[in-house]
């Protein structure tokens, strides 16, 4: 959810404004989705982690307290920075597709903000949000790197990470090929 409503606005604000440094954070948008996720777990520890930039700014204005990126934290942020540019990237595609003269017509009808959005913008995103909705979902719910590096332990375990423990730690394979086949009932029930 954070990732949709994060990449939405981002794309809306792209969408609509047009300034220098527009094109590197459109071609930036599109890295996410090739940069390898272990990539994204350093990047969340070197902002977030006990020696961040986060920590060091706070600590500069001398605040002591403890914050882990272990867990949930860093699992939500992680995937909230790998799929929001996604979204943004998709919408913002999509937004574009609206025709010249609707925004010809918008303009000469003297629509306000309000109305843009819902006679232009909202139609566009109410057709592309499930979608992507769903995807980030199976994004989220087959992610490995992450959830290892960031769990925290088996309790934040997703079914990539339980196959891999099961091949690794316990040398199970007939879990491990149970677990493969449920992971993909799943996503096939989903899609």
């Given amino acids: 959810i954070l990732s949709l409503a994060l990449g939405t606005g981002l794309a809306l604000a792209l969408a609509r404004r047009r300034f220098v440094g527009r094109d590197l954070i459109l071609a930036l948008l599109g890295t996410t989705m090739v940069m390898p996720t272990i990539v994204a ?23 002591s307290g403890d914050f882990s990126i272990f867990g949930y934290p860093g699992i939500l942020i992680a995937h909230v920075f790998l799929n929001a540019p996604f979204v943004a990237r998709i919408l913002l595609d999509a937004l574009g597709l609206v025709p010249a003269e609707h925004w010809r017509l918008a303009s000469a009808f003297g629509f306000t903000p309000a109305q843009v959005f819902r006679h232009l913008d909202w139609p566009v995103l109410r057709a592309e949000l499930p979608g992507l909705a ?58």
């Fill in 41 to 63: 777990v350093f990047a969340v520890f070197s902002i977030y982690g006990r020696s961040g930039w986060l920590a060091q700014g706070l600590a500069a204005f001398g605040w």
């Fill in 134 to 191: 769903g995807l980030v979902f199976l994004l989220c719910f087959k992610s490995f790197a992450i959830v290892l590096a960031l769990g925290g332990g088996p309790s934040r375990s997703t079914l990539e990470v339980a196959i891999f423990e099961a091949l690794k730690v316990d040398l199970d394979f007939g879990r491990a090929a149970w677990l493969a086949l449920i992971q993909l009932a799943i996503c096939l029930a989903l899609m």
